[in-house]
């Protein structure tokens, strides 16, 4: 590029686009291929669904007349409720494993650890017929004149609830001190230097921005969980599955059930999916993960033989200087 060459136009358009101000023009990349896949992918669901909705051997009637049936309906609350009160459990339980696991007390770093490897180390079906089954091997639970029936105490929902929320708490715990690990320990310092206190800066400094990591992983385990619930029908607990299989046994429609359970699941899957979306657009506030695109002016400057910003403002402050003087 000459400076003799330039006009007063170019010049003008030169130092905009130098300095980031003129228009860039974007292409777009054309994809055939994929929309070829796309169109492909809908065929194959639309024929499915059409396979399914025409099949003479699933009673859709059957379904739709169950779908919101009282028992169903029972079925699906005793889910839901299992579901939040296992998470809290869980969500509460790994909190706490996790700070005991990064404090610097031996002793907790060992029960911690001692736990994790325990229960997640035992598959979680094992772990409820052994809560359901624990009279067989402690009669009475309590110390001393203080003591109550095991089989009064541990009912199917309560050896459902232990089973699920302790099993919880053990994988909660990693996602936990992940998330705390993820903080600077730049703040944790500068925390520490004005005076504030472990426990002060784990819940207002620590925790708050370490939820930004926690809730996806959360959320996961949420659904998860939801799903999992159906395990608590082999101790006869009255949940979705429970409550369709009861059903199913009485009119011999054990698919249509099925189904009926599955749309449900797929109902509160959705519904938490994007609940937690929208906790993750919440925490993830004052955070971006997007990098800035490269425009076509800084794609042009990669371009071999091409000037980069700072030697066309070279020489634009060159060819203005030359016609000063």
Do not use: C
């Given at each position: 590029?000459?400076?003799?060459?330039?006009?007063?136009?170019?010049?003008?358009?030169?130092?905009?686009?130098?300095?980031?101000?003129?228009?860039?023009?974007?292409?777009?990349?054309?994809?055939?291929?994929?929309?070829?896949?796309?169109?492909?992918?809908?065929?194959?669901?639309?024929?499915?669904?059409?396979?399914?909705?025409?099949?003479?051997?699933?009673?859709?009637?059957?379904?739709?007349?169950?779908?919101?049936?009282?028992?169903?309906?029972?079925?699906?609350?005793?889910?839901?409720?299992?579901?939040?009160?296992?998470?809290?459990?869980?969500?509460?339980?790994?909190?706490?494993?996790?700070?005991?696991?990064?404090?610097?007390?031996?002793?907790?770093?060992?029960?911690?650890?001692?736990?994790?490897?325990?229960?997640?180390?035992?598959?979680?079906?094992?772990?409820?017929?052994?809560?359901?089954?624990?009279?067989?091997?402690?009669?009475?639970?309590?110390?001393?004149?203080?003591?109550?029936?095991?089989?009064?105490?541990?009912?199917?929902?309560?050896?459902?609830?232990?089973?699920?929320?302790?099993?919880?708490?053990?994988?909660?715990?990693?996602?936990?001190?992940?998330?705390?690990?993820?903080?600077?320990?730049?703040?944790?310092?500068?925390?520490?230097?004005?005076?504030?206190?472990?426990?002060?800066?784990?819940?207002?400094?620590?925790?708050?921005?370490?939820?930004?990591?926690?809730?996806?992983?959360?959320?996961?385990?949420?659904?998860?969980?939801?799903?999992?619930?159906?395990?608590?029908?082999?101790?006869?607990?009255?949940?979705?599955?429970?409550?369709?299989?009861?059903?199913?046994?009485?009119?011999?429609?054990?698919?249509?059930?099925?189904?009926?359970?599955?749309?449900?699941?797929?109902?509160?899957?959705?519904?938490?999916?994007?609940?937690?979306?929208?906790?993750?657009?919440?925490?993830?506030?004052?955070?971006?993960?997007?990098?800035?695109?490269?425009?076509?002016?800084?794609?042009k400057g990669l371009i071999p033989g091409r000037l980069s910003n700072t030697q066309i403002l070279e020489v634009v402050?060159?060819?203005?200087?030359?016609?000063?003087?």
């Amino acid at each position: 590029m000459t400076t003799s060459a330039l006009n007063d136009h170019q010049i003008e358009k030169l130092e905009q686009e130098a300095q980031g101000t003129g228009a860039i023009h974007s292409v777009s990349v054309k994809h055939p291929w994929q929309a070829v896949a796309g169109v492909l992918v809908i065929l194959l669901l639309a024929a499915l669904a059409w396979r399914m909705a025409t099949n003479e051997n699933i009673k859709w009637s059957i379904v739709f007349d169950n779908l919101a049936a009282p028992g169903i309906l029972r079925g699906l609350g005793t889910t839901l409720l299992l579901t939040a009160l296992a998470m809290a459990i869980g969500l509460t339980l790994g909190t706490v494993l996790a700070v005991a696991r990064l404090s610097s007390n031996r002793v907790l770093q060992s029960v911690s650890n001692g736990y994790i490897w325990l229960f997640r180390g035992t598959p979680l079906l094992v772990q409820l017929l052994l809560w359901f089954n624990l009279a067989l091997f402690f009669p009475r639970l309590g110390f001393g004149e203080i003591s109550v029936d095991t089989n009064i105490f541990m009912t199917p929902f309560m050896a459902a609830l232990l089973g699920l929320g302790l099993n919880e708490g053990a994988y909660m715990a990693e996602i936990v001190r992940g998330g705390i690990q993820s903080v600077d320990r730049g703040q944790v310092e500068a925390a520490s230097a004005l005076g504030l206190r472990s426990r002060r800066i784990m819940s207002r400094i620590i925790l708050p921005q370490a939820m930004r990591v926690i809730i996806p992983p959360v959320g996961n385990n949420l659904i998860t969980m939801l799903k999992m619930t159906s395990l608590v029908s082999v101790i006869a607990v009255p949940d979705l599955l429970n409550r369709a299989q009861i059903v199913s046994a009485r009119n011999f429609y054990v698919f249509e059930l099925l189904i009926v359970a599955t749309v449900w699941y797929l109902v509160f899957t959705t519904i938490f999916t994007l609940l937690q979306m929208q906790i993750e657009k919440r925490f993830a506030r004052g955070f971006s993960q997007t990098h800035p695109r490269i425009g076509k002016r800084v794609a042009k400057g990669l371009i071999p033989g091409r000037l980069s910003n700072t030697q066309i403002l070279e020489v634009v402050q060159e060819k203005r200087e030359g016609r000063r003087s």
